[in-house]
């Protein structure tokens, strides 16, 4: 199973909302995850699976391991062609995992977008940036909090997904989906 978390803009909370849902799956006995975390780049494509640049401290992938990702793997590209390869990768690296994972966290925009994940967290933040509709309307659950922004075309394009008000409601939403849906693809 995949579940993708993507964003209004930087600093809407994406990767608060992977520690919380990888924390919650590791305690309901969920199964191993794993986490894919991408970051736009101007010039050139990675793939960092180890090594001391994931766990160093106040970033985004440390947070996940300490949040009980089994492995995560970070993904720099400037989009297009190149994120598409990076992400196979990726994934391919984390699928080879003993044992299996019971699935994969995916963080960013550009990223959710070009996997289409069984489950799409969208966190709404001060700002909308150019392009975040695109990721807005793949979403099953909106982190919604009081003064966050969504242009209302956006916003009356995505009457069938669920909004919460704080992170905890979200995560429950988020393990309500994949129970109803068994870990498998909708």
Known sequence: MIIGIC?????????????????ALAKRARGD?????????????????GGDTLLEEGKDTA?????????????RSPGGVELSEALSIALQNL????????????????AVELLKPDIVIFMS?????????AA????????????AHIPAA???????AVFCGDTGACVAEVLRLIDERGGKRP
Not at 7 to 23: Q, R, V
Not at 33 to 49: D, H, L, N, W
Not at 127 to 132: I, R
């Open 154 to 160: 956006a916003d009356a394009a995505k009457k069938d």
């Open 63 to 75: 947070r996940m391991l300490g949040a009980g990702a089994r492995s995560v793997v970070w993904v």
């Open 125 to 133: 933040g001060p700002y909308f940036k150019n392009g975040a509709e």
């Open 7 to 23: 964003g209004s803009a930087s600093g809407s909370g994406k990767t608060t909302m992977a520690e919380e849902l990888l924390k």
């Open 33 to 49: 995850f794993g986490a894919i975390k991408f970051t736009r780049t101007p010039v050139y494509t990675s793939v960092v699976t």
């Open 95 to 110: 699928s080879g995992a003993r044992p299996p994972l019971a699935g994969v966290i995916v963080e960013g925009n550009s």
């Open 136 to 147: 807005l309307r793949l979403a099953d659950v909106v982190y919604r909090p009081q003064g």
